[in-house]
C-alpha cells in the first residue's frame, strides 16, 4: 500500500513536469519522501534482516576502531574552555553512535565526560529510533537538523563523519550519445502501471564534464552512462565550512574522477539492493529497494580544499583500519585481540569483503 502511494507521488510529479522527471528528483522521493521513502518507513535496512551489510553490521570493532581514532585527533586539539565535539551525520539506527559511545565511556573516561555527541538528522522518524538506541546515554547526545556555518557558535571543533552516507545522495545520471558527441540526461517516464527511462536534453550551459578529454569520449560507447551526486559534493563544502578545528572524514563506496569513465563501465554505477542481492531494475518498487550510487572521491576531495581543509589521508578502508590497528596494538587501553575482533578485523579489511569497495578520506583544519 505504501509502494503504490509513493508510486502515484512520483506519477503526479512525472505528469506535472511535462512526462519526464529528472532522476535526481526520483531518488530523492524513493529513499526520503516523508513516511513513504526507502529510509523513512523501513527501519531494518542494515544488516541480516534489510537490504545490505556495513561495516556497523559485521559487529562493535569498528566503531571501536573510530573511537580510538577519534580520542586521538580530539586529544590533539583540545584547550581549555572549548567544547570538543564529535558530530555524525546518516546515523542509521544510531548501533555505530552506541559503539563508539560507549567505548569512549569506558577507555577514555575523561574525554568522555567533556564530549558532546550530535547526530545530524533531518527525519524526526530516524531520530526516534536513533533515540531507542541511545537513551542511556541521555543528554550526552543532542540532534541537528543540518549545519549552521554562519554561526559561530554552531562551529564544530572535533571531529565531523559520516559513513555510507554520501553514497545515498540523489545522482544525475547522464548518457553519451555517441553519434552526436555530446550527453543527454537519463530521466524517469511513467508506462502504464510501470516507471522507465526516457531521455531528456540538456540546456547549452549545463556541461557536466566538461573536462573530460576528447580522446577519452573517442573511446566511449553509444548510451555509455555515468553519474553526477552534486548534492553530496554541496554538503560535504557545507560540512567543511562548518568545521572550526578538527577532521573532516567519510568511510564509503566510491571511485576517483577517471574511474568513472571507464568504457567496459556502460550502465554506470548506479545499483538497486533487495534483501543482499542487486535488484534488476532500480526504477521498480519505488521506497521498497535502497539505491545507492558511488561516490565520487575527487569531487568531494576539491570540495574540502576548496573551503580550506588538508587532506591528510584518502585510501582504502582496510588501509585506514590496519593504521589504527597497529596504534592499538601499542595501547594495552584498546583491550585485547579476541578470536572475535580477528574475524571482524578480517571482515572489515579484506579485498573481497568491504576492505577495497570502501575507501575513506579524511581532511582536517
Known amino acids: 500500500m505504501l509502494e503504490k502511494m509513493l508510486a502515484k507521488i512520483v506519477r503526479d510529479e512525472i505528469v506535472a513536469r511535462g512526462g519526464a522527471l529528472p532522476f535526481a528528483r526520483f531518488m530523492e522521493l524513493a529513499l526520503y519522501c516523508p513516511n513513504l521513502g526507502y529510509y523513512e518507513a523501513k527501519r531494518d535496512t542494515v544488516g541480516r534482516r534489510g537490504d545490505f551489510y556495513t561495516s556497523v553490521s559485521v559487529g562493535n570493532l569498528f566503531g571501536e576502531l573510530l573511537a580510538f581514532q577519534f580520542a586521538e585527533w580530539l586529544e590533539e586539539i583540545k584547550s581549555p574552555g572549548v567544547q570538543l565535539k564529535i558530530v555524525e ?6 548501533q555505530l553512535a552506541r559503539d563508539i559511545l560507549t567505548w569512549l565511556e569506558s577507555n577514555r573516561p575523561a574525554l568522555f565526560g567533556e564530549l558532546e555527541y550530535a547526530i545530524l538528522e533531518p527525519s524526526n522518524r530516524r531520530r526516534e529510533w ?3 538506541h541511545l537513551e542511556r546515554f541521555g543528554d550526552k547526545v543532542r540532534w541537528l537538523s543540518g549545519f549552521d556555518a554562519s554561526t559561530p557558535s554552531a562551529r564544530v571543533t572535533g571531529v565531523i563523519f559520516s559513513n555510507e552516507l554520501l553514497d545515498a545522495f540523489p545522482v544525475r545520471r547522464f548518457g553519451w550519445n555517441a553519434n552526436k558527441r555530446k550527453w543527454f540526461e537519463w530521466a524517469v517516464a511513467a508506462t502504464g502501471d510501470h516507471f522507465a527511462w526516457t531521455r531528456i ?3 547549452d550551459n549545463d556541461a557536466p564534464f566538461a573536462g573530460v578529454p576528447a580522446s577519452l569520449l573517442d573511446v566511449l560507447p553509444d548510451n555509455f552512462t555515468t553519474e553526477t551526486s552534486p548534492a553530496a559534493a554541496a554538503w560535504w563544502r557545507l560540512a567543511a565550512a562548518s568545521l572550526d578545528r578538527g577532521r573532516l572524514m ?16 556502460t550502465d554506470g554505477t548506479l545499483r538497486a539492493f533487495y534483501r543482499h542481492h542487486i535488484a534488476d531494475d532500480p526504477l521498480a518498487n519505488a521506497g521498497e529497494q535502497d539505491l545507492t550510487a558511488h561516490v565520487n572521491f575527487t569531487d568531494v576531495q576539491r570540495a574540502g580544499e576548496g573551503a580550506g581543509l588538508k587532506t591528510e589521508f584518502y585510501s582504502t578502508q582496510s588501509k585506514f583500519l590496519t593504521k589504527i590497528l597497529e596504534k592499538t596494538l601499542r595501547d594495552k587501553g584498546f583491550g585485547g ?3 572475535g575482533r580477528t574475524r571482524q578485523f578480517q571482515t572489515l579489511t579484506h579485498p573481497e569483503h568491504l576492505g577495497r569497495s570502501f575507501r575513506v578520506l579524511a581532511q582536517s583544519r
Request: hydrophobic share 35%.
Open 337 to 339: 585481540w579476541t578470536p
Open 130 to 132: 536513533q533515540r531507542e
Open 201 to 203: 536534453e540538456l540546456a
Open 250 to 265: 567519510t568511510a564509503d563506496y566510491g571511485l576517483d574522477w577517471e574511474e568513472f569513465f571507464v568504457p567496459s563501465r
Open 89 to 94: 551525520a546518516g546515523a542509521h539506527d544510531g
